[in-house]
């Protein structure tokens, strides 16, 4: 399993993801868990992914209309369409993992089996480093939904982890 944080530092909100993967690394994971700080280095992550993982989750400033600091869980269902015309200074999530799909095809290499984005609303992605206080409050609430996705630690069984384009959390 990849945890990938996805994101630019230089961009306010926009590092949350790198922000939650450097959180996420400093936790005791299973073996079986790796995390990688991918930053803005999209065609890094589609050239990793050959590797094999079973499940990739991508953690990154999502814009869905709520609130500063909401959580979201997102199943990408479509890993494997062709991305448009490829430029590696704008690397989107899609666009990688449209990539994979076409790195993968004839080599024998299987994208992820499961694919889910952990996002966050973002306060502000304009020139600055650092996070909003509602997205810095949301980054240790985004290190346990990811855990808890990934069965890191035990789910009570009346609670399945919410996955859909809904918030699924709140940061206030």
Known sequence: MLVAGIGNIFLGDDGFGVEAARALSARRLPAHIEVADIGVRGVHLAYQLLDGYDTLVLVDATTRGGDPGT??????????????????????????????????AGTGAEPPRRTLVVGCEPALVDEGIGLSPAVAAAVPQAVRLVEELLDVHPRPASRPPAVGTAPTHAAK
Request: proline share 6%; glycine share 14%.
């Open 71 to 104: 959580l979201y869980v997102i199943e990408h269902t479509d890993a494997g369409t062709a991305p448009g015309a490829l430029d590696g200074h704008r690397m989107t999530p899609d666009a990688v993992l449209g990539l994979l799909g076409t790195l993968c």
